[in-house]
Every structure is written in structure tokens, then in C-alpha cells.
T-cell receptor
Framework: GENVEQHPSTLSVQEGDSAVIKCTYS??????FPWYKQELGKGPQLIID?????GEKKDQRIAVTLNKTAKHFSLHITETQPEDSAVYFC???????????FGTGTRLLVSP | DTEVTQTPKHLVMGMTNKKSLKCEQH?????MYWYKQKAKKPPELMFV???????INESVPSRFSPECPNSSLLNLHLHALQPEDSALYLC??????????????FGQGTRLTVV
């Protein structure tokens, strides 16, 4: 079945640095790739997504890139702030977007 | 209103109890989901409802029984649970299933403890 690998599992950066989280998916039929941020005690919140007909998408300090050939997609956060500290999940969809398969998560810690 | 509301926020139940989790959205979404999330793990899909009909059941044990009374409400009925069922139960919703512009909105979850 569909599998999504995510690295690293933890990432510590200084405020102002950039952070990069990488994911690899297995199902070549996947065509929608969202990224979620989950803060302690809260549900996942969508922060950015990308579809398979696009290679890169940017929203202020956050960007996502997709390499369909290699089945890789990455989240880039620039100028990190302490409030960016959270667990980040990548995901890939199959079955016409009805099913999201999540990566294992990255705990990002941004130190002031 | 882009909110998915789940009640209760916390629930402690015994293994012989019957309880229900509730989820509500008023965004006009026609796909609704139940996910289970264990500590330090990603959410795992349990059920998908499309147009109020169950479309995906990820081989979930029958002690979990979903129900979608209307397009805004989703319930998860719990009976004879085991301690290992303790987890955060997340509800989500999205627009018309299969729509390329779909975005899934998650609720805050119900923290369930089975004793």
C-alpha cells in the first residue's frame, strides 16, 4: 500500500535559520501533497499544499517543492521563529483525495 | 466559518461503557473523516463518509461504529473498547470528494482514555 517516509524526525534550529523537511512517497498515482502543522493539544492545521502538476509553491516564509520523478517533496521554512515550533506532517493522497497517508512527523524546535 | 468542532474534548470511559464522539462542520463539506492518532505518531485513517455514505472503512474493529446523520454531523459510537484504544480521535472534513481543490480541515480532537 501507500507509504510516506519523512525525515528528519527531529530538527533543532536557531531563530532566523532555515528548516527543511523531506518526504518520499511510494505510490506513483499520488497527486496531492499537503503539509500539516500540529501544535500540542491541537488538531493538524494545513499550512501549504502542492499538486502533481506543479513543481514548486511558495507562501511567504513557507515553500514546498515536488519532484515527481524521484517521488520526493520537501517543506522549506525560512527565517524561522519560535512560534514555528511544532510537529510537521507531510501527507500524500490516493483514491481521488479521499485518503490521506501521513508521514511519520518532524518535531521542529526553534530556539530564540 | 472554517471550523470543525469536536465534542467532548476529553473522555474517560471504562471497558464496558458505551459512549459517542461528535463532530460538526458548517462549511458545506460533503466528505467527513475519522482519524486515530496515538502519541508521537501520525494520524491514521479509520473511516471516510462521502455524501453521508460510508465509502472507506480501514478494517476498523466493530467496537467502533461510525454514523453520519446528515451532511454536517459525524458521530463515532464506542462500545467495549480496550485500553489500547486510548488515543486522540480526530475528525476532518473536505469539499466534494475527488475535487482537485479539496483541503481537509481537522478538528481539535477528542482525547480518549479507556480504563
Amino acid at each position: 500500500g501507500e507509504n510516506v517516509e519523512q525525515h528528519p524526525s527531529t530538527l533543532s534550529v536557531q531563530e532566523g535559520d532555515s528548516a527543511v523537511i523531506k518526504c518520499t512517497y511510494s505510490d506513483s498515482a499520488s497527486n496531492y501533497f499537503p503539509w500539516y502543522k500540529q501544535e500540542l493539544g491541537k488538531g493538524p492545521q494545513l499550512i501549504i499544499d502542492i499538486r502533481s502538476n506543479v513543481g514548486e509553491k511558495k507562501d511567504q516564509r513557507i515553500a514546498v517543492t515536488l519532484n515527481k520523478t524521484a517521488k520526493h517533496f520537501s517543506l522549506h521554512i525560512t527565517e524561522t521563529q519560535p512560534e514555528d515550533s511544532a510537529v510537521y506532517f507531510c501527507a500524500a493522497s490516493i483514491r481521488g483525495f479521499q485518503k490521506l497517508v501521513f508521514g511519520t512527523g518532524t518535531r521542529l524546535l526553534v530556539s530564540p | 466559518d472554517t471550523e470543525v468542532t469536536q465534542t467532548p474534548k476529553h473522555l474517560v470511559m471504562g471497558m464496558t461503557n458505551k459512549k459517542s464522539l461528535k463532530c460538526e462542520q458548517h462549511m458545506g463539506h460533503r466528505a467527513m473523516y475519522w482519524y486515530k492518532q496515538k502519541a508521537k505518531k501520525p494520524p491514521e485513517l479509520m473511516f471516510v463518509y462521502s455524501y453521508e455514505k460510508l465509502s472507506i472503512n480501514e478494517s476498523v474493529p466493530s467496537r467502533f461504529s461510525p454514523e453520519c446523520p446528515n451532511s454536517s454531523l459525524l458521530n463515532l459510537h464506542l462500545h467495549a473498547l480496550q485500553p489500547e484504544d486510548s488515543a486522540l480521535y480526530l475528525c476532518a472534513s473536505s469539499q466534494v470528494p475527488g475535487n482537485l481543490n479539496t483541503e481537509a480541515f481537522f478538528g481539535q480532537g477528542t482525547r480518549l482514555t479507556v480504563v
